[in-house]
């Protein structure tokens, strides 16, 4: 058995000297990534659909599925590399860093530039203003609104929280050369001005709807 085994790992090894993935500096770290990313591509999840009868929209599929891991990736790395920083380690230094680079915005303009539902940006919110990160001031134009701008304290944690965010965002855009992240960068902007307008003016609209309105539905 421990000798199939072994004769087993070295075919393997050999199809990965064989594959675009191997280097000549490549490691144990990029086999192991190769040999998941192999076995993922070997147990495709449209056999599930193609089990169940599903029309499959395949490439869609894996978008969406590839946005939530790197939400969730990035998550994780935010509050690791913010670690020093605990009251901006969720979604609060990106509320202080939208203040910086543009002050004065009313709570709900804050809230929607982040693409937040009110409940959760009102939170996120008056948690900046307890720590007093951010204050608030009427709107001269309108009383019953309100305006906010970073503190001197604000101001000093944007500054000092700048190099941990450069290298948080350095490891998000991986081993891509300039190129491919420059591509990316463009995608992602197109992706997230069509989804800012559905956030913005279609929020009462079923999935449906939108889908009818704006795609190709899959029935």
């Given at each position: 058995m421990q000798t199939d085994f072994f004769i087993d790992l070295l075919h393997k090894v050999k199809e990965f000297?064989?594959?675009?993935?191997?280097?000549?500096?490549s490691n144990v770290e990029d086999f192991r990534m190769w040999m998941n990313d192999k076995k993922y591509?070997?147990?495709s999840p449209t056999k599930l659909f193609k089990n169940e009868n599903h029309k499959v929209a395949f490439t869609e599929n894996e978008i969406c599925k590839q946005i939530l891991l790197?939400?969730?990736y990035s998550k994780l790395l935010i509050r690791k590399g913010?670690?020093?920083?605990?009251d901006l380690a969720n979604e609060e230094f990106t509320?202080?860093?939208?203040?910086k680079d543009e002050p004065n915005l009313t709570k709900i303009q804050l809230i929607e530039r982040n693409g937040h539902e009110k409940q959760t940006g009102t939170q996120i919110i008056k948690r900046l203003l307890e720590a007093e990160f951010i204050e608030e001031k009427n709107d001269e134009d309108d009383k019953r609104s309100k305006r906010l701008n970073l503190t001197k304290k604000?101001?000093?944690?944007?500054?000092?929280?700048?190099?941990?965010?450069?290298?948080i965002s350095k490891l998000l855009s991986a081993k891509l050369n300039i190129e491919e992240k420059d591509e990316l960068l463009n995608t992602l902007k197109k992706l997230n001005e069509f989804h800012a307008h559905l956030f913005l003016n279609y929020k009462g609209f079923s999935v449906e709807k939108i889908n009818e309105t704006f795609g190709d539905p899959i029935m």
């Open positions: 000297e064989n594959s675009g993935n191997y280097k000549p500096n591509s070997d147990e790197l939400g969730r913010l670690g020093d920083f605990p509320y202080i860093y939208r203040l604000g101001e000093e944690t944007f500054h000092q929280s700048v190099t941990k965010v450069n290298q």
